[in-house]
């Protein structure tokens, strides 16, 4: 077996990450990180290419998947999931995540909505769309950047 640390619960800028998927790797890497889990949040990206390019690294099929329940008092929770090596080629796995997606306009509009019930305003959607850089990623970094702000 390969030694080096394990990290099975990391976010790529496509759910609340700071990071592409590639500048993430090398974080890692840097830190003698030799298995590697991007679990974003009801996403997952073939990895195929990435392998090939870090291949002194193992590369773990990996998802996070949110989860809603209700407790014995019928109060509804969310909890999060994490999936890890699973098949990558699974429809039904895939359909799932996909199925798990919330519009991301809908997604940010509501926690601007719950910020505003604390009369923390920093913009609209749209507002927002004018900042970010990576537009088809806009999630709680950014929003957590413009609190800063």
Request: glycine share 4%; with cysteine; hydrophobic share 35%.
């Amino acid at each position: 077996m390969n030694k080096g640390y394990v990290d099975l619960h990391s976010h790529s800028l496509m759910s609340d990450g700071m990071y592409s998927r590639e500048e993430l790797i090398e974080m890692a890497r840097d830190c003698g990180i030799k298995y590697l889990a991007i679990s974003d949040h009801n996403y997952f990206e073939d990895l195929s290419e990435l392998r090939s390019k870090y291949n002194d690294m193992i590369l773990i099929n990996a998802a996070e998947i949110s989860c809603l329940y209700y407790d014995s008092h019928n109060h509804k929770h969310e909890i999060h999931i994490v999936a890890l090596g699973f098949d990558e080629k699974n429809k039904e796995f895939q359909e799932l995540l996909k199925n798990n997606q919330m519009d991301r306009e809908v997604y940010i509009n509501l926690i601007l909505e719950a910020l505003r019930k604390y009369n923390i305003d920093i913009g609209t959607y749209e507002d927002l769309l004018k900042k970010a850089t990576r537009p088809n990623n806009m999630g709680r970094s950014l929003i957590a950047k413009e609190m800063v702000r």
